[in-house]
Nanobody, 123 residues
Framework: QVQLVESGGGLVQAGGSLRLSCAAS????????MGWFRQAPGKEREFVGG????????VYADSVKGRFTISRDNAKNTVYLQMNSLKPEDTATYYC????????????????WGQGTQVTVSS
């Protein structure tokens, strides 16, 4: 079992940067793959990116590739989402997710979700 708490959201101008953090409870963080999803009002939940257990494997949605970077620090039980060159269309609630075996884009494969943190990008 793992509990996830996101932080770092806020209001930023287009072109700016934010770093989201997701702190996980428990002593088995390194046995989970992690990921980030986002959901804008009136839209479906969208995969942002995922990272494997050790951090040497990542995957990103095309919409964020080259702008967003996922990393993790297993000693701190934390996963990060560095967001650069933000656009108004990145405005959404961002969710941290965890899975024992998977870090791809299938929302159904993640059994653990955080409560979300709001990111708003103004034009």
């Amino acid at each position: 079992q793992v509990q996830l708490v996101e932080s770092g959201g806020g209001l930023v101008q287009a072109g700016g940067s934010l770093r989201l953090s997701c702190a996980a409870s428990g002593r088995t963080f390194s046995s989970y793959c992690m990921g980030w999803f986002r959901q804008a009002p009136g839209k479906e939940r969208e995969f942002v990116g995922g990272i494997n257990w050790t951090g040497d494997g990542t995957v990103y949605a095309d919409s964020v590739k080259g702008r967003f970077t996922i990393s993790r620090d297993n000693a701190k039980n934390t996963v990060y989402l560095q967001m650069n060159s933000l656009k108004p269309e990145d405005t959404a609630t961002y969710y941290c997710v965890a899975s024992r075996l998977y870090y791809g884009s299938d929302v159904r494969s993640y059994g653990y979700w955080g409560q979300g943190t709001q990111v708003t990008v103004s034009s």
